[in-house]
């Protein structure tokens, strides 16, 4: 089994070919719980650059199927799909589940790193469907993968950004 590693533990490509034993300890937001108790081995064979990659790793459908639920539901809509264009928020605008169905415009407004300027001009509204806690959130939202490429290069590493309610 495979999976994605992050700046974390990348190295420079030095992290491709290592093996990882991973087991689920529990969930990411306060929906039900997804771990079924085993651990599975898998093999660094990629990349994942921030912010795409919010984890250590990144692990592929197999390996995640095999320690979790699939299906783990999001802390504001459970298993209903509410489209790509989708954020997590954190505590700054949670609101103890007040933010769920909010929808913010999103624009990215520079680099939080070295890496050159990400932003690409354009801006995105996002609904807010799920918690990003502390221990895994180190901003206002964690936006989806195509929401975040609305904006600014997927490889960029963290951004700025302002957002308003609509």
């Known amino acids: 089994m495979i999976a994605s590693a992050s700046d974390e533990i990348w ?3 030095s992290a491709c070919g290592r093996r990882y034993r991973v087991t689920c300890i529990g969930a990411t937001n306060d929906g039900a719980y997804p771990c079924n108790g085993n651990s599975v081995e898998v ?7 921030s912010p795409s990659c919010p984890a250590t790793m990144e692990l592929s459908r197999e390996a995640f199927g095999a320690i979790a639920n699939l299906d783990a539901a999001s802390s504001c809509y459970g298993n209903a799909n509410k489209g790509t264009m989708i954020a997590a928020a954190s505590n700054a605008i949670w ?3 007040g933010a769920c169905g909010r929808k913010y415009k999103v624009r990215c407004i520079g680099a939080t ?3 050159g300027y990400p932003c690409n001009g354009n801006s995105v509204v996002v609904t807010v469907v799920d918690y990003c806690p ?16 609305a904006i600014a290069k ?6 700025k950004i302002s957002y308003t309610p609509v």
């Open 134 to 149: 502390p221990s895994g959130c180190h901003a206002t939202m964690d936006l989806s993968r195509e929401a975040f490429r």
């Open 95 to 97: 609101d103890n589940r």
């Open 113 to 115: 790193n070295q890496g």
């Open 11 to 13: 190295s420079n490509g």
């Open 154 to 159: 997927l490889d960029a590493g963290k951004i």
């Open 43 to 49: 093999t660094i064979v990629d990349y994942c650059p």
